[in-house]
C-alpha cells in the first residue's frame, strides 16, 4: 500500500538578511534577485531606477551643483537622500558631478528633478527593508502589502500613516500630530524660507524625510525669494528639519513593530518567554 | 530678553517632541511610553542645561579672546 506523505514546507530562511540588504543598497532589485524573486526584483529596478533617471532628466543632472563650492567634497552627497540608492548616485556623480567650472542656469524643472532623484533614494530605502524581511522569511514565502517596508514607506510618506496600517491608532494620531505640526511650524516660523533646496541643501535633506507634508508645500509655493530679513527664519528651518529627522526615528519604530510581529524577539518575546517559564515553574 | 524667551519656548516645544518621539521608539506600549514621557523630558532637559553651563563655561575661559 502507497503511504502519501504530505512534503513539510521548508522554514529555512531564503537568504541572508545582510547580503540581501547590501545588494539592493548598491542595486535596486538585485536582493530580490539574490532571494530568487525574479519578477519582483525586475518591477522594483525599473520603478526605483525609473524615478531617479526622470529626476535626472528634469534637473539636468545638476543636483548637487546645488551645494556651495566650498561644500563640494567627495563625500558630500553622501548625507543627501540619494544616498540611499547608491548606484544610482555613483553614477549621477560620475556623469554629471558637480557641473562645469563655470556658472549655468538651473532648468525650470531642476526643483521636481531633484526631489524625485532623492525620493529614488527612499524608495530604495523601503526596498531594503522589503529584501531584510524577505530574507528572514521561510523560502517562497511572501506578505506582500504586510510585509513592514511598505510600513515603512507609508510613513515616510505621511507621518503616523505605517502606525494607522498597523492598527496602532493612538500612536498614529500622535506621530501625525506632532511631526506634521512641527514641519508646519517650522514652514510658517521660516515664512516658506525652508522650502528650497537650492538654498538649504543639507537642511532641505533632513525636511524631507518628514514626506508630503513638507514636499507639497514646496511643490506648490517652494523657492520664493527673500526679499526682507525673517527674525525667526533660522529657527523655523532648524525646527522643519529636526522633525524630518525624528521620523527616520518613526520609520524604526514602525520596522521593528512588524518584524516583531512576525518573528518575535525583543520585549513582547522576552514576556511570552517569562511567562512560558512561569508557568513550567508553577507545574 | 524677550528674544531669549522666545527662543527658550521654541527649543521646549522641540524638546517635548524629541523626548515623545523617543520614548515610543523605546517602549513598545503607548501607556508606558505615555508614562514615561515625563520623567523623560526632565532628565532631557537637565541633560542640555548641564551641557550649555558647560558651553558657556568653556566660552568664558578657555574659549574667550
Not at chain 1, 540611499?84 to 531642476?110: D, Q
Not at chain 1, 521660516?190 to 507639497?216: C, D, I, K, T, V
Not at chain 1, 525673517?230 to 525624528?246: D, M, Q, R
Not at chain 2, 531669549?4 to 515610543?24: D, E, K, P, Q, T
Request: aromatic fraction near 10%; glycine fraction near 14%; hydrophobic fraction near 50%.
Amino acid at each position: 500500500m502507497a503511504i502519501l506523505t504530505k512534503t513539510p514546507k521548508s522554514t529555512r530562511p531564503a537568504g541572508e538578511p545582510t547580503v540581501a540588504v547590501l545588494l539592493t543598497w548598491f542595486m535596486p532589485g538585485a536582493g530580490h534577485l539574490y532571494l530568487g524573486r525574479t519578477r519582483f526584483a525586475l518591477v522594483a529596478f525599473v520603478v526605483v531606477q525609473g524615478i531617479y533617471l526622470l529626476g535626472l532628466k528634469l534637473s539636468g543632472g545638476m543636483g548637487f551643483e546645488f551645494l556651495q563650492e566650498e561644500l563640494r567634497g567627495a563625500f558630500a552627497p553622501a548625507l543627501a537622500p540619494e544616498a540611499g540608492n547608491l548606484g544610482a548616485l555613483l553614477y549621477h556623480l560620475k556623469n554629471y558631478g558637480y557641473g562645469m567650472p563655470y556658472p549655468r542656469e538651473f532648468p525650470s524643472t531642476v526643483a521636481l528633478g531633484s526631489m524625485l532623484t532623492a525620493a529614488s533614494g527612499m524608495f530604495n530605502v523601503a526596498l531594503m527593508c522589503h529584501a531584510h524581511f524577505a530574507a528572514r522569511l521561510p523560502r517562497g514565502e511572501s506578505r506582500g502589502f504586510g510585509s513592514p517596508a511598505f510600513a515603512v514607506l507609508l510613513t515616510w510618506l505621511v507621518p503616523g500613516l505605517g502606525h494607522l496600517f498597523q492598527g496602532r491608532r493612538l500612536r498614529a494620531v500622535l506621530v501625525f500630530c506632532m511631526i506634521v505640526g512641527l514641519v508646519t511650524f517650522g514652514t510658517i516660523l521660516a515664512e516658506g524660507l525652508n522650502l528650497s533646496r537650492e538654498r538649504h541643501y543639507y537642511y532641505w535633506g533632513g525636511q524631507f524625510m518628514a514626506g508630503l507634508p513638507a514636499l507639497l508645500p514646496e511643490l506648490f509655493g517652494g523657492g520664493k525669494a527673500v526679499s526682507s530679513h525673517i527674525p525667526y527664519g533660522e529657527a523655523g528651518l532648524v525646527i522643519a528639519s529636526v522633525a524630518g529627522l525624528l521620523n527616520i526615528q518613526t520609520m524604526l519604530d514602525v520596522y521593528g513593530f512588524g518584524e516583531r510581529q512576525e518573528f518575535g524577539g525583543g520585549a513582547a518575546a522576552d514576556e511570552s518567554k517569562a511567562g512560558a517559564s512561569a508557568q513550567e515553574t508553577g507545574a | 530678553m524677550n528674544d531669549l524667551v522666545i527662543h527658550l519656548c521654541l527649543f521646549g516645544l522641540i524638546s517635548a517632541v524629541i523626548v515623545m518621539m523617543s520614548a515610543f521608539f523605546t517602549e513598545t506600549e503607548d501607556g508606558a511610553a505615555l508614562k514615561s514621557f515625563p520623567r523623560r523630558l526632565l532628565h532631557f532637559l537637565v541633560g542640555c542645561g548641564i551641557l550649555t553651563g558647560l558651553m558657556l563655561a568653556v566660552e568664558a575661559t578657555l574659549a574667550s579672546v
